[in-house]
């Protein structure tokens, strides 16, 4: 039985359900916990704040969040990573969550809780990652 890859299960189906692996998406999505549904990107351009699933080349894909829309690109940052990453494009963009399960519990995006969230999440992340990044340094000195 051959397995298929995103895409091709995508343009198939419209819509896939799937766990995530890593810890990218805390404290959102938990490895082995909770599940995220990704429907298939139509033509449309991703708006602020949409989680998308994208493949980073060669063969990698990723569920992170966008931060910014650019006129030609994204900038995309996971909910809990440091780095913000530059130059994704439609084209990399497969689909965009549509909803989670976050233990136990059914969610869409258009919640009222999770909308609220992902702005706060992401309209403060610069101080969340100014944190992070002295958290880590702190940790590095008492090694």
Known sequence: MTELTYEEYLEKNGSMTYSNVGTSMMPLLKQGRDLFTVTKKGSERCRKYDVVLYRRPPDKYVLHRVVKVRENDYVILGDN??????GITDDD???????????????????MTYRI??????????????????????KRKRK
């Open 81 to 86: 990573c440091i780095n913000k990453e530059y």
């Open 93 to 111: 963009i497969l689909g965009v969550m549509t909803s989670f399960v976050h233990k136990g519990k059914q969610h869409t995006v258009n919640d």
């Open 117 to 138: 969230y992902s702005h706060l999440w992401v309209d403060l992340s610069f101080f969340r990652v100014k944190l992070k990044k002295l958290r880590m340094k702190i």
